[in-house]
C-alpha cells in the first residue's frame, strides 16, 4: 500500500488550491508537502483495527522498505474520547513478533503493550480499555523487547489524541490538518541502497542510533499551508536517541500549551523548545502575514548528536502563510492542574541507571573511530564519567582506534554482553521477575538517578502521568510542571511523584525505562507490579 493511501495531505492545501495564481507563487514546487496523518475513530462497535504491516516509501529520494501500522509508514492518528471505551483489534503482518504499547495512556498492565503483550507474527490480539484521563496527545510504538530500537526506526508510530469535555471548550484551534497538525520528527540513516541502515552494536548501545536525515511526517523538510491566526503544533520526539532542540527561525515565539500528559495551567512562551525522545509538546505560533518561516532543529549538546549534518540548525518544516484567516486563539488559561500533595511521608523510591563501564568507554571510541572529534562537540566541559574526556584522548592515541583495539578490549577478561550492558539497580531487564509492587493509588516518590555516566536518559514509566518535582538536579522549567510521563535524567538525579491508579500483574507488569530505544533495547529497563 502505498503512503498516499494513508497519509492525507491537509485540507488547508485544498484552501490554498482555490487560490491557483497564489499556490504556484506560495509552494516551492520542489518541497513536498507535508502527510497529515489520518485521523481515525472508533466505529459504531467502538472498534479500531490497526494492522502492523510492511511496505515500501520514498524516503531521501530512494524506495525504502518501511513498516507502519495500516500503512507503509508510522500510522493513522486514534482520537479517543475521555470515558468512552475503545476496542483495538492489532493484526501483526509482519515476519517477526511485535507489540503496541500506549505510550502515555494510563490503561491497565493487561492492555498496556508492553514487551510481555506480544504478537507473534500472523497473529492478532484485541485489547479494550477507557482512558479516564484528561485531554493530551500520546502515541503508539512497538516495545518487543530487544527490537524495538529497530521497529521504530523501519516507521511504526502513530498518535493517540485523547480529547475531553474541558478540552473542547477551549478556543485552542482544533481542526485537524488545517490548523492543528502533528510533527512527528524523526532522523534516519540510509545504506547505498537507499534502505534504513539500523544496527544495535556496541555504538548505539551506548550513544544510541542516529541518522543524518531528518524526517517530520515521514517526509524531508515537507512545508506546510496555514491559515493566518494560531497554528497549534503537536510536536513528539519520534527519534530513536536524538534529543531535540526546536525553534522557528525568524525567532517568532511558541507558546507551549500542554505536556506529554494534558494541557498547562497556562501558556507558557519559549524562545526554544527541548523535547526529549518519546516526548510531546503542544504549542501554538502565530502565523500573522505572508512571511514564510521554518520549525528549525537546533544542534544539542548529545554525545554523538553533532555530528554534521546536526552541527548546524536542521530545518524540519517550512510554514507558508496561505491569504485565508484561521479562527483559534490563544487562551490565558488553559486547563486545571492540581497543586502538589503533600510530600512528606510518601514511600520513595530509587532507581540508579547503571551503563557498564566497558560499554561506555567503548561505544565512544566507537563514535570517535568513526565520525572523529566532532563526535564530543559540546561534550568537553563537563565529567564525563567513567570514560573521562581527558584519559580517553590521552589513552587512544593516534593509532590505537582500530579495530583491532576494540577486538581486544571486547575479548578482555569477561566478555562484553551488550544486551545486558544497561542496568537499573544493578540488574538488566528481566521480563520474568518484576522489580516491586507498586499499591494502587498511592503516591510515592520516585528519584531517578544518571549518577555515574553523563548520558542522556530521557526516563518514561508506564501507567501513569507524573509530576516532576526535580529534574536532573534542578527545579523543572516551567512547562515541565505539568503532567509528564517522561523526565529529564543526565548525569544527576529527578525525582517524580508519581501513582497508578489501574493494576498490573506479574504476567503483564508496567515499564519504566530509559525511552534511549537502545538502551531500553539493552538492559536499562525493569517491570513492576500494581496491586
Ligand atoms: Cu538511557
Known sequence: MQRRDFLKYSAALGVLSSFPLLSGRLYAAERPRLPIPTLLEPDAQSSIRLTAQVGKSMLAGHQATTWGYNGSLLGPALRLEQGKKVNVEIHNRLSESTTVHWHGLEIPGEVDGGPQGVIASGASRRVSFTPQQRAATCWFHPHQHGKTGHQVAMGLAGLVLIDDLESRQLMLPKQWGIDDIPLIIQDKRFDAD??????????????????????????????????????????????????????????????????????????????????????????????????????????????????????????????????????????????????????????????????????????????????????????????????????????????????????????????????????????????????????????????????????????????????????????????????????RVEGKRSEVLVRFDHTAPAQHSYMAHCHLLEHEDTGMMLGFTVG
Not at 238 to 259: F, K
Not at 468 to 480: C, N, W, Y
Open 194 to 487: 537507499g534502505q534504513i541502515d539500523y544496527q544495535l552494536d556496541v555504538m548505539s548501545a551506548a550513544v544510541g542510533w542516529f541518522g543524518d536525515t531528518l524526517l517530520c511526517n515521514g517526509v524531508n523538510y515537507p512545508q506546510f499551508g496555514a491559515l493566518r491566526g494560531w497554528l497549534r503544533l503537536r510536536l513528539l520526539n519520534g527519534c530513536n536517541a536524538r534529543s531535540l532542540e526546536l525553534a522557528t527561525s525568524d525567532g517568532r515565539p511558541m507558546y507551549v500549551v500542554g505536556s506529554d500528559g494534558g494541557l498547562l495551567a497556562e501558556p507558557v512562551k519559549v524562545e526554544s523548545l527541548p523535547v526529549l525522545m518519546g516526548e510531546r509538546f503542544e504549542v501554538l505560533v502565530e502565523v500573522k502575514d505572508a512571511k514564510p518561516f521554518e520549525i528549525m532543529a537546533l544542534p544539542v549538546t548529545q554525545m554523538g548528536m553533532q555530528v554534521a549534518p546536526f552541527d548546524k540548525p536542521q530545518p524540519v518544516v517550512r510554514i507558508q502563510p496561505v491569504p485565508v484567516h484561521g479562527s483559534g486563539e490563544l487562551p490565558d488559561t488553559l486547563a486545571k492542574v492540581p497543586e502538589l500533595p503533600k510530600l512528606e511521608g510518601l514511600n520513595t523510591r530509587w532507581l540508579q541507571l547503571m551503563m557498564d563501564p566497558r560499554l561506555d568507554q567503548m561505544g565512544m571510541q566507537a563514535l570517535m573511530a568513526k565520525y572523529g572529534q566532532e563526535a564530543m562537540a559540546g561534550m568537553d566541559h563537563g565529567a564525563m564519567g567513567h570514560g573521562d574526556m581527558e584519559q580517553m584522548k590521552g589513552g587512544m592515541g593516534h593509532s590505537a582506534m582500530d579495530h583491532g583495539a576494540m577486538g581486544r578490549m571486547a575479548n578482555g577478561d569477561r566478555k562484553l554482553d551488550i544486551y545486558n550492558a544497561n542496568k537499573i539497580n544493578g540488574k538488566a531487564f528481566d521480563m520474568n521477575t518484576p522489580s516491586f509492587n507498586v499499591p494502587r493509588g498511592q503516591y510515592e516518590r520516585w528519584i531517578i538517578s544518571g549518577e555515574g555516566d553523563m548520558m542522556l536518559h530521557p526516563f518514561h514509566i508506564h501507567g501513569t502521568q507524573f509530576r516532576i518535582l526535580s529534574e536532573d538536579g534542578k527545579p523543572p522549567a516551567v512547562h515541565r510542571r505539568g503532567w509528564k510521563d517522561t523526565v
